[in-house]
């Protein structure tokens, strides 16, 4: 007999060819298979994945029209019989302890409202391998902390009712939306964890083109997200503040080259801009070349294209922001 405690969410989104690889993975995991339940939200999928999903007879699918991120997990946790819900990503693998690792958070300490895990990689090419270092940095980060502020939804964890009562995801954020929740919910005390042995494995973007358009995306909608809590634009616990100073320094960069064509102005303050900015790269290179010595090399022309993305990303959601409020 079934004693559900723990439910696993899956949001589905045309992950026909990732989708199969991921419930193997939740299937068999150490942690007692009477226990725990699997969801699967299949958001408006045209490309077979609800087939591959009807195959394991022990997964529960909810079809749904195509409503985004947040609307499908939050759809999952109100199907959820389990008071811990997990979310992984329809493209992540789970090691087999990840359920057991994630539920002992909750277990050995009842002020725990979210687990966050971490990301791996078994990727050869040079931009995943770079990705995986930027996630190793900011793990690096969240080891130090005893409470964090800043979940990512590829691997996480909530006490459901804590869950509920922050409202859930934030339907109309189509990425962030994880990060406006763990806002969220530590401004109503929530305390949020970081478990490094919660391991899942993830695809990062192969290709140059599809890296810097995530990060464009990704600063788009982060602005929406500051909007609602501005002095996180300062600190979180996961953003190193060479990055957040890296954009500002775009910015700098950016009015230092207009005025040189447009004022005739010294070249100076550009070179400067670029020195200071070459400089706040240091640190993530000597971390990147212990790790991966040729990505490490390589690193500085990756951080200054996330660098530009990031910005580009940024000015478009104040010009977004601006235009909503007229």
Not at 56 to 82: D, K, M, W, Y
Not at 90 to 111: G, R, T
Not at 212 to 227: A, E, Q, S
Not at 236 to 251: F, G
């Amino acid at each position: 007999m079934k004693n559900i405690n723990v439910s696993v969410i899956i949001p589905l989104y045309n992950a026909v060819c990732e989708i199969m690889t991921c419930l193997h993975a939740l299937i068999n995991q150490t942690y007692p298979k009477n226990n725990y339940e699997i969801i699967v939200v299949n958001d408006g999928s045209y490309d077979g994945s609800e087939k591959v999903v009807k195959m394991f007879e022990e997964v529960i699918l909810i079809n749904q029209t195509h409503q985004g991120p947040g609307a499908t997990r939050n759809n999952g946790a109100s199907h959820a019989q389990g008071k811990i819900i997990l979310f992984i990503d329809a493209d992540c693998i789970a090691i087999p302890a990840w359920l057991e690792e994630m539920v002992k958070c909750f277990e050995e300490d009842s002020n725990i409202v979210g687990v966050q895990g971490a990301y791996k990689t078994d990727q050869k090419r040079l931009l995943a391998r770079f990705s995986q270092i930027e996630f190793e940095e900011r793990f690096e980060m969240l080891k130090k902390k005893d409470a964090i502020d800043f979940i990512g939804s590829f691997s996480v964890g909530f006490k459901k009712e804590f869950f509920q009562e922050a409202g859930g995801f934030k339907s109309h954020l189509i990425m962030n939306e994880d990060i406006d929740l763990s806002y969220r919910m530590t401004e109503i005390g929530g305390r949020l964890i970081f478990n490094p042995s919660a391991v899942v494995y993830h695809q990062h973007r192969e290709t140059l083109w599809k890296y810097v358009r995530l990060k464009f995306w990704r600063g788009y909608w982060r602005t929406l997200v500051y909007r609602e809590f501005p002095h996180k634009t300062v600190s979180d616990s996961y953003t190193p503040y060479s990055l957040k100073l890296q954009v500002v320094l775009i910015y700098i960069l950016l009015f230092s080259v207009l005025s040189k064509i447009c004022f005739s102005l010294s070249p100076h303050l550009i070179s400067g801009t670029v020195a200071i900015t070459c400089l706040t790269m240091v640190k993530f290179i000597l971390f990147a070349v212990k790790r991966d010595f040729l990505v490490g090399l390589l690193s500085p022309l990756f951080l200054w294209a996330r660098a530009v993305s990031i910005a580009l990303g940024v000015g478009a959601g104040l010009i977004g922001m601006i235009r909503t409020r007229r």
